[in-house]
């Protein structure tokens, strides 16, 4: 069974620039979430998703950042545009729900901001 | 404010012995509390989940324990192996709702 697979791992980009992230979860996973996460620092989540509805993005820097989960499965977050503090590692991750809540996660993508 | 804390210095240990890693928590109650492995250049790997009214769960070589009252969870490695490397993060869910609340993590190195 193939786990949660993100593109690309590694993205440079200018300032200013716009990215856009992709995330493709586990199959049969309802929910899924993408995570920032800083060197050193554990997973801080900045959106959830219940299939297609966004049921938590209070942690989501809405005027920049976007994300989209069309037809509930795959999703895409973008930033435009782009700040130096952006430069992250950024986790996609999913699960089958329910209170105990145990999560999948992709390899991430590493993005720098120049 | 909530906060959940690891100790951020790397544990060195020596082949064979025992690691124990620290999560403790304050202005919070969790219904869960897991614990996930993380390798350089990957994602978190679940790896144990204890509930609020367990006090020990076992996997293998894995131990963690959960005080409530301490508000602390402890993560122990039995004869730790280099293999076991890697970053221990250990991360809490209220329980209404299921978000998860990650530490920072406490970086394990097991040298032989």
């Known amino acids: 069974e193939a786990g949660v697979v993100q593109s690309p791992r590694y993205k440079i980009i200018e300032k200013k620039q716009p990215v856009a992230f992709w995330c493709n979860p586990i199959s049969g996973h309802n929910t899924l979430y993408w995570y920032l996460q800083n060197l050193g620092q554990g997973p801080e989540l900045l959106i959830r998703y219940e299939n297609e509805e966004a049921v938590d993005d209070s942690q989501l820097p809405k005027d920049r950042f976007s994300a989209e989960r069309l037809k509930g499965v795959d999703s895409t977050l973008k930033i435009q545009p782009a700040e130096l503090g952006d430069s992250a590692v950024y986790l996609c991750?999913?699960?089958?729900?329910?209170?105990?809540?145990?999560?999948?996660f992709g390899a991430g993508t590493r993005l720098s901001v120049l | 404010s909530q906060k959940i804390e690891q100790n951020s210095e790397a544990l060195n240990i020596q082949e064979g012995k025992t690691a124990t890693l620290t999560c403790n928590y304050t202005?919070?109650?969790?219904?869960?509390l897991q614990w996930y492995r993380q390798d350089p250049g990957r994602g978190p790997v679940f790896l144990l989940l204890i509930r609020e009214n367990e006090k020990e769960k076992r996997k293998e070589r894995l131990k963690v324990t959960f005080d409530t009252t301490l508000k602390q969870s402890l993560f122990h490695i039995t004869a730790s192996q280099p293999a076991d490397s890697a970053t221990y993060l250990c991360a809490l869910i209220k329980a209404a709702g299921n978000k998860l609340t990650f530490g920072g993590g406490t970086r394990v190195l097991v040298k032989p």
């Open positions: 991750a999913s699960s089958v729900g329910g209170s105990q809540n145990i999560q999948y």
């Open positions: 202005n919070y109650s969790p219904a869960y």
